[in-house]
C-alpha cells in the first residue's frame, strides 16, 4: 500500500537530490565556460610558429667555440640569424597554418601538425595550449 509522506515520517527530499542538482549546474557553467574559451586556430597557430621559431633560435642561431679573435664573428652571425628569423616570422605561420588540421569539438580542440617526418598533437582548452611529445609519421 502506498503512503503519502506525511504520514510515513519522512519530510525532507534525500541529500544526493540537492547535491546532483548542484552538479548538472556545475557541469553546464563549466561546459559553457569550456566552450567560450575554447582557442580559435589563430591563436593556435601564433602559439606554433612562436614554438618553431624559439627551437630554430635554439637549435640554428647558436654561438659556437671559436678561438677569441673569431667571436665578434660568431657574435654577429648569431645576431643575424636571430634577426633573419624575425623577419620570417610570417612566413612560419604559414608553414604551420598550411601544416595544421583542427578537430573542434566544442569544449576543446585537437590540433594535429605534421612537419618535417614528425606529428605534433596539441590539445587547446580554456585558452591554452598543451603539446604531446611528437611521433614520427610513418613513410610507408
Do not use: H
Request: include cysteine; charge should be positive.
Amino acid at each position: 500500500m502506498l503512503q503519502d509522506k506525511k504520514s510515513n515520517g519522512y519530510n525532507k527530499p534525500p541529500i544526493f537530490w540537492g547535491l546532483s542538482k548542484a552538479g548538472a549546474i556545475a557541469l553546464t557553467v563549466g561546459a559553457t565556460v569550456m566552450g567560450f574559451t575554447n582557442p580559435p586556430r589563430d591563436e593556435y597557430v601564433n602559439y606554433a610558429s612562436n614554438k618553431l621559431a624559439t627551437e630554430i633560435k635554439k637549435s640554428v642561431c647558436k654561438e659556437s667555440k671559436v678561438p677569441d679573435f673569431l667571436s665578434d664573428f660568431t657574435g654577429d652571425l648569431v645576431k643575424s640569424c636571430e634577426k633573419l628569423i624575425k623577419s620570417q616570422r610570417t612566413t612560419i605561420k604559414e608553414l604551420m597554418d598550411n601544416a595544421t588540421r583542427r578537430q573542434n569539438l566544442i569544449l576543446f580542440s585537437v590540433y594535429t601538425t605534421e612537419f618535417q617526418g614528425n606529428r605534433y598533437q596539441t590539445i587547446g582548452a580554456v585558452g591554452n595550449f598543451l603539446t604531446f611529445p611528437p611521433e614520427e609519421i610513418d613513410k610507408n
